[in-house]
């Protein structure tokens, strides 16, 4: 269609700045991803509503899924609840963390206060 503009591009730019296809870094807003089409079918109603009830929907169901992996993670026996790479980090750290105190601040979601032998929260 435009012969001059190809013959430059090809000779004189580099591909993967003007070739999407080419191009090595991230590509916001210009594909979509799996993600990305997996929430879109997964909200395909939800997405035919207003604003505030579609925010209400999509917060819903999130929640439902990070509670739902919340109890599958904790009922897991404790030898496969972290990976190596972790435990050993826990490990080189436990001395430091038996001198601290520790006092729950809400069970649902895991708050606690951490006082260390400074008396410095």
Known sequence: MFPSADKYLVESVAVDKWARCHFKGE?????TSNTCESLN???RKERKLHL???IDAIV???AFWFN???KEAASL???KV???FV???LHERCPIATCLTVSELNNYEFEYSVIGNDKVT
């Open 27 to 31: 590509k916001y807003n210009l594909d």
């Open 41 to 43: 079918s997964v909200f």
């Open 52 to 54: 505030l009830p579609m």
């Open 60 to 62: 819903n169901k999130m």
């Open 68 to 70: 739902k992996h919340r």
């Open 77 to 79: 026996p404790e030898a």
């Open 82 to 84: 972290i990976v190596p």
């Open 87 to 89: 435990e050993n980090v």
